[in-house]
């Protein structure tokens, strides 16, 4: 599976967007993008995934370059209680799933 | 509630103990997985069940032995651990079906504390 890179960390304003961008400029054309998210302690939780297009679901939201060499997850209220640690994932659709060292995004008041 | 319950959420136990998690789901998975967190580090993907028969084992030490009695139970049976296996140990479930394999749903976690 390809190697994505994320920013450790970021922070965002309450009732602002949080923009989180992964790179993965090594994806090949039948991998796919994943987005989990762990609030502290607890179980990872699936966010969203997409191949090429452009996904949105209750969540969030993903926006794939058409390169698809990059990747933006879109939380477009944040709240505090998204504050928690972003992994963006790569990985062919029969793969497990493999985790990275995240994104840790503060939502501050 | 994500559909996979792991037990017991925090478990302190000696060196020379044996114990045992459990993980269930009910979100009708065929494969199931362990994974261990250590204390600022990635999650580390430990072993992997498809229709119970173990596909993956990932260098994990023998006093780690996994269990997969079927697709909905799994279990990781601890013994003579080190304080340095202290750690949340995650269990997940996702549906694999010939090449696809959709995307993983966790449980809680178990907090294990080796003294």
């Known amino acids: 599976d390809a190697k994505t890179t994320q920013p450790p960390s970021m922070d965002c304003a309450e009732g602002r967007a949080a923009n989180l961008p992964c790179n993965h400029s090594?994806?090949?054309?039948?991998?796919?993008v994943y987005w989990y998210r762990q609030i502290h302690s607890q179980g990872p939780q699936y966010i969203i995934h997409g191949l090429k297009n452009n996904e949105t679901n209750e969540m969030a939201s993903l926006i794939i370059t058409e390169d698809r060499k990059s990747s933006t997850l879109i939380l477009p209220h944040a709240t505090l209680r998204d504050t928690a640690v972003y992994y963006c994932?790569?990985?062919?659709?029969?793969?497990?799933?493999?985790f990275g060292a995240g994104t840790r995004l503060t939502v501050k008041p | 509630e994500t559909g996979v319950t792991q037990t017991p959420r925090h478990l302190v136990m000696g060196m020379t103990n044996k114990k045992s998690l459990k993980c269930e789901q009910h979100?009708?998975?065929?494969?199931m997985y362990w994974y261990k967190q250590s204390a600022k580090k990635p999650l580390e993907l430990m072993f992997v069940?498809?229709?119970?028969?173990?596909?993956e084992n990932n260098s994990v030490p023998s006093r780690f032995s996994p269990e997969c009695p079927n697709s909905s139970h799994l279990f990781l049976h601890l013994h003579t651990l080190q304080p340095e296996d202290s750690a949340l140990y995650l269990c997940?479930?996702?549906?694999?079906?010939?090449?696809?394999?959709?995307?993983?749903?966790f449980g809680q976690g178990t907090r294990l504390t080796v003294v």
């Open positions: 069940y498809n229709f119970k028969e173990q596909t």
């Open positions: 979100l009708g998975h065929n494969a």
């Open positions: 090594t994806i090949s054309g039948n991998e796919y």
């Open positions: 994932i790569v990985r062919v659709a029969g793969n497990d799933m493999r």
């Open positions: 997940a479930s996702s549906r694999k079906l010939g090449w696809m394999n959709t995307e993983a749903f």
